[in-house]
């Protein structure tokens, strides 16, 4: 971990009891929901992290608590530094706060999280879907989603329909 990811968890850890993990030099920072907005604004304005690469969320069903990660990807363009955020939140309707204000970028990728997952973002300008059309029941990426699908045709099954064609009495 380079000096300026030493300092920018350290006060992460004193401001906002935060939770470091590294794993191959890759860095995360597990934050609480109520935390989420302060510590991107101190990312941003502090430490130069000043941009939004991307915003996604993991499900961990059947887990009730926490049920989903949200996941903030920020790149500080000045340091070359990247940096992973993530926040866990609880049960089957989740909330969080919208941090639009903070990266205007964050507007699409949580309402592909809403849209995708179901996660509502407080305080966000326009949180309808973006991905799926207006009328659709449910939120595809989640996993206890039912799976529709049709039975897939394998290459066994091609002989067996090309006889069928050719000699209809068999």
Do not use: C
Request: hydrophobic residues 35%; negative net charge; proline residues 6%.
């Amino acid at each position: 971990m380079n000096d300026l990811l030493q300092t920018v968890t350290q006060t992460l850890q004193e401001k906002f009891s935060a939770q470091v993990q590294e794993f191959r030099s890759e860095v995360t920072v597990m934050l609480s929901p109520e935390h989420n907005v302060e510590a991107l604004q101190t990312l941003r304005d502090d430490f130069h992290f000043e941009m939004l690469v991307d915003v996604t969320a993991v499900d961990y069903w059947p887990e009730e608590a926490p049920r989903f990660h949200i996941n903030y990807q920020l790149y500080s363009m000045s340091q070359n530094v990247l940096l992973r955020l993530r926040v866990p939140l609880k049960g089957n309707a989740p909330s969080l706060r919208s941090v639009e204000k903070i990266y205007p970028s964050a507007n699409w990728y949580e309402r592909e999280v809403f849209d995708m997952f179901g996660v509502r973002f407080e305080g966000h300008s326009d949180m309808r879907r973006i991905i799926m059309p207006a009328d659709w029941e449910g939120h595809p990426l989640r996993k206890d989603y039912p799976l529709g699908y049709e039975e897939v045709q394998f290459t066994f099954n091609f002989d067996q329909i090309k006889l069928r064609k050719t000699n209809p009495k068999s």
